[in-house]
Nanobody, 117 residues
Framework: DVQLVESGGGSVQAGGSLRLSCAAS????????MGWFRQAPGKEREGVAR????????YYADSVKGRFTMSQVKANNTVYLQMNDLKPEDTAIYIC????????????WGRGTQVTV
């Protein structure tokens, strides 16, 4: 089993930056890829970024490409989402997810952290 805890959310003015963290605990062998999603009021959950735990370049949604950067520190089982040039439309609950299978079918979810721009 895997537990995920997000942190780093908050309120920021447009054009500002925030860095989200997601700390994973539990069975590290059950994580093949990690993802960030966001859920805004009245909207469907949107995949923002993902990264393979084994390495490789992250994938980004078009809406955040060039502004957000996902990274990981394997030694402490943590992934990050650096968000720059934030816009009001980035306002949402940001949720970390982990996939126990190689094709990024997420089965572990955090509770989320609020980002308000």
């Amino acid at each position: 089993d895997v537990q995920l805890v997000e942190s780093g959310g908050g309120s920021v003015q447009a054009g500002g930056s925030l860095r989200l963290s997601c700390a994973a605990s539990g069975d590290s062998y059950s994580r093949y890829c990690m993802g960030w999603f966001r859920q805004a009021p009245g909207k469907e959950r949107e995949g923002v970024a993902r990264i393979y735990v084994g390495g490789g370049s992250p994938y980004y949604a078009d809406s955040v490409k060039g502004r957000f950067t996902m990274s990981q520190v394997k030694a402490n089982n943590t992934v990050y989402l650096q968000m720059n040039d934030l816009k009001p439309e980035d306002t949402a609950i940001y949720i970390c997810a982990a996939s126990g299978v190689p094709w990024c079918d997420y089965n572990y979810w955090g509770r989320g952290t609020q980002v308000t721009v």
